[in-house]
Nanobody, 121 residues
């Protein structure tokens, strides 16, 4: 079993910054893709950003130019740097990753428990 643990959320004023971290642990041989989703109260979950080893990161239009997704493969850790935060960014942010336990195992999707980000003055 793989566990993803998010951290770095909290309360920030509009225009401020936060950096979210996602640490993956357990039976991990490699991580094929790492993603960040968010879900605001009363709304459906949406994809914020995604990154793989070999292609450029992709962002939702609403965060493009403000957020940066990155990863440290040696540490099995993903990051989401959030700048110029807006009240509409308020949501629970979830880490998602595709991992495999061995060289010959299939990739399996895992989710973290989420971390709250609140942008308010």
């Amino acid at each position: 079993q793989v566990q993803l643990v998010e951290s770095g959320g909290g309360l920030v004023q509009p225009g401020g910054s936060l950096r979210l971290s996602c640490v993956a642990s357990g039976s991990i041989f490699s991580i094929g893709a790492m993603n960040w989703y968010r879900q605001a109260a009363g709304k459906q979950r949406e994809l914020v950003a995604t990154i793989t080893r070999g292609i450029n990161p992709i962002y939702a239009d609403s965060v493009k130019g403000r957020f940066t997704i990155s990863r440290d493969n040696a540490k099995n850790t993903g990051y989401l740097q959030m700048n110029s935060l807006k009240p509409e960014d308020t949501a629970v942010y979830y880490c998602n990753a595709l991992t495999r336990a061995t060289m010959t195992s299939p990739y399996i999707n895992y989710w973290g428990q989420g971390t709250q980000v609140t942008v308010s003055s």
